[in-house]
């Protein structure tokens, strides 16, 4: 079998449910994955919206979760896993809200596309204190051995929640 990430909770192009977003619980949805090939040291989780703020015209790539150093063996999340009840040994990384750990989708206007991707990598990260995706991926590049996605859809059922 090979490398794969899924959710129980969606189906890959399917539209994720409310309760992992800000009209629900705002909590991270159920990740499961099979395991990771032969010389894979640590995994690495970002979720990310490439359709905001409007899949008709967008201006940017939309962070949601950054997470780093999960140990191979674990094999999922949770839902509504929080920072301390990850993995051992596993680092978050700040979201585009400026926040440490996960943020779920809210998107302003249309359904948006929402990409768990999942990193097999042949190192295992320094404690990068608070690191953007982009600093993960600068990190992990050349060391990649695998990669896996799953997409969930959203779209506002009423206006955006004000913040």
């Known amino acids: 079998m090979s490398f794969a990430i899924r959710s129980p909770s969606f189906t890959h192009n399917a539209t994720m449910p409310a309760e992992y977003t800000c009209e629900g619980k705002n ?5 499961i994955w099979s395991a990771p090939p032969a010389g894979t040291k640590s995994l690495v989780l970002i979720v990310d919206d490439p359709d905001a ?5 967008p201006k ?4 949601h979760w950054v997470l780093y150093n999960l140990p191979p063996s674990a094999g999922s999340l949770s839902a509504g ?38 990193y097999a990598v042949d190192i295992v990260l320094p404690d990068m204190r608070a690191p953007t995706k982009v600093d993960v991926l600068a990190r992990i590049e050349g060391h990649v051995l695998a990669y896996s996605e799953v997409i969930g859809l959203y779209k506002l059922t009423q206006a955006p929640p004000q913040r």
Not at 60 to 63: E, I, L, S
């Open 53 to 57: 703020p409007d899949p008709a015209a």
């Open 27 to 31: 909590i991270s949805p159920p990740l």
């Open 60 to 63: 940017m790539t939309w962070v």
């Open 81 to 118: 896993v929080t920072d301390v009840e990850l993995p051992h040994g596993t680092l978050v990384g700040i979201n585009d809200r400026k926040n440490l750990g996960y943020n779920g989708p809210c998107p302003p206007v249309g359904t948006h596309r929402y990409f768990h991707k999942l």
